[in-house]
Structures are given as C-alpha cells and as structure tokens.
C-alpha cells in the first residue's frame, strides 16, 4: 500500500539510514577519513526550576558526510519501499 505511508515509517527510515550512515563512516574512516568530517549544531541546555519540578532540555545533532548519504539511502529506500 504504497499511497498509504506514514510519517512514523519515513521516520524510521530516516533515522536507521543515519545511525547505519554513522556506523560505516567510523568504520571506514581509515580508509576514508573525509565521512567523518561533519557540523555541530542544537540548542545549549536551558533549565526551568519551579517549586515541585525542575526540567532541563536541550538539543545538539552532529552531522558527518557518513550520517548524510546514510538519510539519503534511508530516503530512496522509503520511497522504493
């Protein structure tokens, strides 16, 4: 049922094309140093004390080239999916 996918799903290919983009770009970074060349970017900690509660969120993401083609695999595998 291809005209019914979800955004659950393209989720999940996303991300498992990331982590699987990360895992062969560090263990092909011998061979290939420039996949692990990547940016930082996210949101530094910010805390918010009430009186019962105290909560703490942030956010950081570190891109390579690895964890690029990686999405861009998980993509073209959703859309063939």
């Known amino acids: 049922m291809k005209g019914h996918r979800s955004a659950g799903l393209l989720a999940l290919f ?3 094309g990331a982590l699987l ?7 092909l970074s011998g061979i290939l140093p420039a ?3 990547g940016a930082d970017a996210g949101l ?13 969120l942030g956010f950081s ?3 390579t080239l690895g964890t ?3 999405i861009a695999l998980g993509l073209v595998a ?3 999916f």
Do not use: F, Q
């Open 14 to 16: 996303v991300i498992d």
């Open 21 to 27: 983009g990360t895992i062969l770009a560090e263990i």
């Open 35 to 37: 996949l692990n060349r």
């Open 44 to 56: 530094s900690p910010a805390t918010v004390k009430l009186v019962v509660l105290s909560v703490t």
């Open 61 to 63: 993401i570190h891109l």
């Open 68 to 70: 690029a083609v990686g």
């Open 78 to 80: 959703y859309r063939r």
